[in-house]
């Protein structure tokens, strides 16, 4: 009967134990889960701040590439407004390749519309 009872008790303390093992075990996968949710999130956080870096980087250089653009065409008006006055006699070439010479009030109309271009793209950036 003792027998009996020291195998009831040996059966009872093993199963408290495993269950014990059981549940530190599961203890320890829920804090692994937990690790690796994190780490997760982490690295979605870190992919966005480089997403959003490389979008400013992007809008940074399509501002500059702008800004390019409006002083080469400002330097290009500036040019050809000083063409104009330099000159008595300006052409252009007609549909057969022949000279076609303007005359002072057309090239007054040009330079008045390269003036008014000039003034509008190019008065904040001289």
């Known amino acids: 009967m003792i027998l009996k009872k020291w195998i009831v008790t040996l059966t009872i303390i093993s199963y408290v134990v495993f269950a014990g093992l059981i549940f530190a075990q599961s203890d320890e996968y829920d804090a692994e889960k937990e690790a ?4 997760k999130r982490q690295l979605e956080l870190a992919n966005e701040m480089r997403n959003q870096r ?8 399509a501002a500059l590439e702008k ?6 065409r400002c330097v ?6 000083r063409r104009l006055g330099e000159r008595r006699r300006w052409y252009r070439l007609d549909d057969s390749g022949e000279r076609v010479y303007l005359s002072d009030a ?3 109309r040009k330079k ?3 003036q008014q271009e000039y003034d509008q793209r190019c008065a904040e950036n001289p």
């Open 112 to 114: 008045q519309t390269l």
């Open 54 to 61: 490389l979008e400013k980087q992007r809008n940074k250089e």
């Open 36 to 39: 690796a949710e994190r780490i």
């Open 106 to 108: 057309e090239v007054r």
């Open 67 to 72: 800004e390019e653009m409006i002083e080469k």
């Open 76 to 81: 290009k008006l500036n040019d050809e407004l």
